[in-house]
């Protein structure tokens, strides 16, 4: 039993995964850049999105380049929640 529920773990991740790089795919290249992210990130992102049950996206762009992490562009804050992004 505690190999099907790591495999529907995992399936449910890799779900959520897909979901979030896709919803993030369809940001165009002027809005990933106003979020500070380029179109290379969104693999990682949505990675650690889906290992987390969500990702904050200016902390990620923070810790990942060291820069800091702040609210620029025309979103306060998005949260990336596996299926998606909501604002937070």
């Known amino acids: 039993?505690?190999?099907?529920?790591?495999?529907?773990?995992?399936?449910?991740?890799f779900l959520h995964e897909r979901e979030t790089y896709r919803a993030l795919a369809r940001?165009?290249?002027?809005?990933?850049?106003?979020?500070?992210l380029h179109r290379a990130d969104l693999r990682a992102i949505a990675r650690d999105a889906a290992r987390a049950g969500r990702l904050d996206?200016?902390?990620?762009?923070?810790?990942?380049?060291?820069g800091q992490a702040g609210t620029e562009g025309p979103a306060s804050r998005l949260v990336g929640f596996g299926l998606g992004l909501r604002a937070a």
């Open 1 to 13: 039993m505690d190999l099907l529920h790591r495999l529907y773990g995992r399936l449910i991740r």
């Open 27 to 36: 940001l165009d290249d002027r809005e990933l850049a106003d979020l500070g």
């Open 57 to 66: 996206v200016f902390d990620w762009v923070a810790t990942t380049r060291g």
